[in-house]
């Protein structure tokens, strides 16, 4: 199980429910990651899609207490959910936002893909930063490249303390 996120230098993710940035290399990389895969999230990611909609040629896993929508498999708990990931393939399994999602479930991933973008985005929410965190190792990381303007680097963690699920 991985997450996927694009981080400022502040480590901040998003405001007004939306991403920071607009960046075609970072959403071609998402796309290239998670294509035919398993994409979990909370109900404000999905709403922050393009007419709320499911993203194609994925399974959309989507933790809402209430709502239902439409092409989404439907989970109400955190229990729920790592029943319903149990049917498919660990490496198939993305968690991909937002931010309440992601630090509910980053003690249970195996790595994360981190885009760092060399610039304060002024977010208003934000991913724990792993560089500042003894349970994270940064195993890889890419030359800068140029995005619409900014500048980025993709990053992988690995997660050193790893926890199971339901373990305690």
Do not use: H
């Amino acid at each position: 199980m991985k997450s996927i996120v694009v981080v400022d230098k502040n480590w901040g993710i998003g405001k007004n429910n939306g991403l920071l940035f607009s960046l075609k290399k970072d959403m071609a990389f998402f796309r290239s990651q998670t294509l035919n895969k398993v994409v979990c999230m909370g109900k404000n990611t999905l709403l922050s899609f393009p007419n709320a909609k499911p993203l194609p040629k994925r399974v959309n896993i989507v933790l809402s207490t209430k709502e239902i929508f439409d092409g989404c498999i439907m989970v109400k708990s955190l229990d729920e959910l790592f029943e319903e990931i149990k049917k498919y393939p660990t490496d198939d399994i993305f968690f991909i936002g937002g931010a309440r999602f992601y630090e509910t479930t980053l003690p249970f991933v195996d790595s994360v893909l981190v885009t760092k973008v060399d610039s304060d985005g002024g977010a208003e929410v934000f991913f724990k930063n792993l560089d500042a965190d003894f349970d994270w190792e940064l195993i890889s990381e890419s030359e800068a490249i140029e995005d619409n303007g900014y500048t980025i680097r993709f990053a992988e963690y690995r997660n050193k303390n790893k926890k199971i699920y339901g373990e305690k």
